[in-house]
């Protein structure tokens, strides 16, 4: 039997073209790991949170520091309806090599008269971890961007 060389060569550079495209691929859209967020952010948030019947509109401010191993921790201060809170808080990350993401967060309210309690966000990183986008799945209504300080 007769090797055809030229078509030996022909699928050696193919599967060669189409492992480089995998890995590069893969490199471009992936790369991101808890090492991601890591630091202090600045972050501003709002929406609303689901009170009996109706809604109260939230907006706040806080700063979140991310221990790039799937730890965070910070504090917040928000408007809920007319009144002002500040809250501490802690929880844990998850990020997909793709740049997605979860985050669970418990709050402790600091203000009296303001609630305590938790929350579950999706999240996306962007500009090399510089820009974190995050969406609360919890059924509160809440968009919050977080900036490298």
Not at 38 to 50: K, W
Request: aromatic share 8%.
């Amino acid at each position: 039997m007769k090797l055809d060389y030229s078509r030996v060569v022909g699928v050696a550079a193919a599967l060669a073209t189409l492992g480089g495209f995998a890995l590069n691929g893969a490199a471009a859209a992936g790369g991101f790991s808890l090492a991601s967020l890591n630091g202090s952010y600045a972050a501003i948030f709002s929406g609303e949170v689901p009170n009996g019947s109706g809604s109260l509109p939230m907006l706040g401010t806080g700063v979140f520091i991310a221990d790039g191993k799937g730890h965070l921790r910070g504090r917040e201060t928000y408007t809920l309806g007319t009144a002002v809170c500040e809250a501490k808080v802690s929880g844990t990350y998850r990020v997909e090599p793709d740049g997605r993401g979860t985050a669970a967060l418990d709050f402790t309210a600091l203000t009296k008269g303001c609630a305590s309690g938790s929350y579950t966000q999706s999240l996306v990183i962007a500009r090399r971890g510089s820009l974190v986008l995050l969406a609360n799945t919890n059924g509160q209504r809440i968009e919050e961007e977080w900036h490298r300080q």
